[in-house]
């Protein structure tokens, strides 16, 4: 604590990147190099910048909100007010405030928008066909495409997420394995996601269906 006793709302958020840090999350949660710093943390430590934390109320969180959300979605305000909200009951685990006191804890009069999944991210069949297909051609007249094609290859059809994708190597390809025969769609291929790269901080072994086996192939020979 400070001479005073009290944290400043700005020595706080400090305080909670902190402990963020210390438990070896990741960059979007713990790192002031990160773009969420920028996005929530700056403009509500601006914005509370001589309040003191266990000072901070309801009402002081709704003019945060009524000033900066002007322009703002309902998605947005949430978004806004669930890192108060984490920021707080974090620091009240730390016991520099109390968790029953959470003044980010209201709901702004604004309705929680949930977030939209499902079919709406699903493309058919065909649609998926004529894309791959669309993306052969352009290869064609431009063969440094074939990296693309390769990266759309590995997050379309073998589970491997954008971010691993990004990093995969030919070497991490593995042609004519054993694999259980009683498996789907699943060729003798597989790629391997290091631990450094996953998400989890897991190797893993990812199957490669026909399909990716052809156009994997494809890239591979240019």
């Known amino acids: 604590f400070p001479e005073s006793g009290y944290l400043k709302v700005p020595d706080a958020i400090d305080k909670y990147y902190e402990i963020q840090k210390l438990k070896n999350l990741k960059d979007a949660s713990a790192s002031k190099e990160h773009k969420n710093y920028r996005t929530y943390a700056l403009p509500l430590r601006k914005f509370f910048a001589d309040k003191e934390l266990i000072r901070l109320t309801e009402e002081d969180v709704k003019k945060y909100i009524k000033a900066r959300g002007k322009n703002w979605s309902e ?57 791959f297909r669309f993306a052969e051609n352009e290869c064609r007249h431009d063969p440094t495409k074939y990296q693309d094609l390769c990266f759309l290859t590995l997050t379309f059809f073998c589970f491997v997420r954008t971010e691993e994708a990004e990093k995969a190597e030919w070497s991490q390809l593995k042609k004519n394995q054993r694999l259980n ?6 060729s003798s291929w597989t790629i391997t996601i290091w631990a450094d790269e ?3 901080d897991k190797d893993k072994i990812n199957p490669i269906p026909d399909c990716a086996k052809y156009w994997l192939s494809l890239c591979e020979k240019h």
């Open 75 to 131: 998605r947005v305000n949430n978004d806004h007010l669930n890192f108060g909200r984490r920021v707080w009951n974090i620091l009240a685990d730390a016991k520099y405030c109390s968790a029953a006191l959470n003044p980010f804890e209201y709901s702004g009069g604004r309705k929680r928008v949930a977030k939209k999944r499902g079919t709406k991210k699903v493309m058919s069949p065909n649609l998926i066909r004529q894309f």
């Open 198 to 200: 996953e998400k989890t």
């Open 181 to 186: 025969d009683e498996a789907p769609d699943r």
